[in-house]
């Protein structure tokens, strides 16, 4: 006598949702476009609000630079394929892959070697920033503080007066290497796990029948 067993296919509805989610899976490129804005965005906070390495400037006013950074990142596009993300920041690349910089529309670039002058523009001289007045670079009679390197020295020096006395605010060159940061991005196996923990998410909510959004 032949016999009939039924039993409850759990495999082939759940292959069949996934089937289903896999036909557009724009809201899943989206989960890891915003995924991995959040870890840029984290990342480059926690690097502004890093101690400085340089102990002899610890209590020099912050540039903010990395919070800029942050502020120009976002999740410009997200198709069925890719979501990008955008730092669009130009100051931003040469961190990541070190290189040369050269002045662009002046003689000269400036560095800051004051905590007065960090954070500021050389252009900024005899204006007023943040409530004080920001030295001017020469003196009451209009004698340029303008101090040329020594023999061999790549740098000139610009000066400017504070509390009476003239004091190096900025040194001038024609180029600057900048070292590249190997801590510019997040590692790699943030945005691994970021990407990982986005897909079992993703699945498990197709497994339980929910709509994928």
Request: hydrophobic share 35%.
């Given at each position: 006598?032949?016999?009939?067993?039924?039993?409850?296919?759990?495999?082939?509805?759940?292959l069949?949702?996934?089937?289903?989610?896999?036909?557009?899976?724009?809201?899943?490129?989206?989960?890891?476009?915003?995924?991995?804005?959040?870890?840029?965005?984290?990342?480059?906070?926690?690097?502004?609000?890093?101690?400085?390495?340089?102990?002899?400037?610890a209590?020099?006013?912050?540039?903010?630079?990395?919070?800029?950074?942050?502020?120009?990142?976002?999740?410009?596009?997200?198709?069925?394929?890719?979501?990008?993300?955008?730092?669009?920041?130009?100051?931003?690349?040469?961190?990541?892959?070190?290189?040369?910089v050269?002045?662009?529309?002046?003689?000269?670039?400036?560095?800051?070697?004051?905590?007065?002058?960090?954070?500021?523009?050389?252009?900024s001289?005899?204006k007023?920033?943040?409530?004080?007045?920001?030295?001017?670079?020469?003196?009451?009679?209009?004698i340029?503080?303008?101090?040329?390197?020594?023999?061999?020295?790549?740098?000139?020096?610009?000066?400017?007066?504070?509390?009476?006395?003239?004091?190096?605010?900025?040194?001038?060159a024609?180029?600057?290497?900048?070292?590249?940061?190997?801590?510019?991005?997040?590692?790699?196996?943030?945005?691994?796990?970021?990407?990982?923990?986005?897909?079992?998410?993703?699945?498990?909510?197709?497994?339980?029948?929910?709509?994928?959004?």
């Amino acid at each position: 006598m032949a016999g009939l067993t039924i039993e409850r296919d759990e495999v082939t509805p759940f292959l069949v949702r996934v089937e289903k989610g896999l036909r557009v899976t724009r809201p899943l490129m989206a989960r890891f476009g915003k995924g991995l804005e959040s870890i840029l965005k984290d990342h480059f906070l926690a690097k502004n609000n890093a101690p400085k390495k340089d102990a002899r400037k610890a209590d020099w006013p912050k540039t903010n630079f990395w919070n800029q950074v942050r502020d120009r990142t976002q999740l410009v596009a997200v198709t069925n394929k890719f979501a990008r993300v955008e730092i669009a920041d130009r100051r931003f690349r040469i961190h990541v892959t070190g290189g040369t910089v050269r002045p662009v529309e002046k003689k000269s670039l400036c560095f800051p070697i004051h905590r007065l002058s960090y954070g500021k523009r050389a252009s900024s001289q005899g204006k007023t920033q943040d409530g004080e007045n920001f030295p001017a670079f020469e003196t009451a009679t209009g004698i340029k503080l303008f101090r040329p390197g020594k023999k061999g020295q790549k740098k000139n020096v610009l000066m400017g007066i504070v509390d009476g006395k003239p004091v190096r605010l900025f040194a001038l060159a024609k180029s600057a290497d900048i070292p590249k940061d190997p801590e510019a991005l997040p590692p790699d196996e943030a945005v691994e796990e970021m990407i990982q923990d986005t897909a079992d998410a993703w699945l498990d909510e197709l497994a339980d029948g929910k709509k994928s959004t």
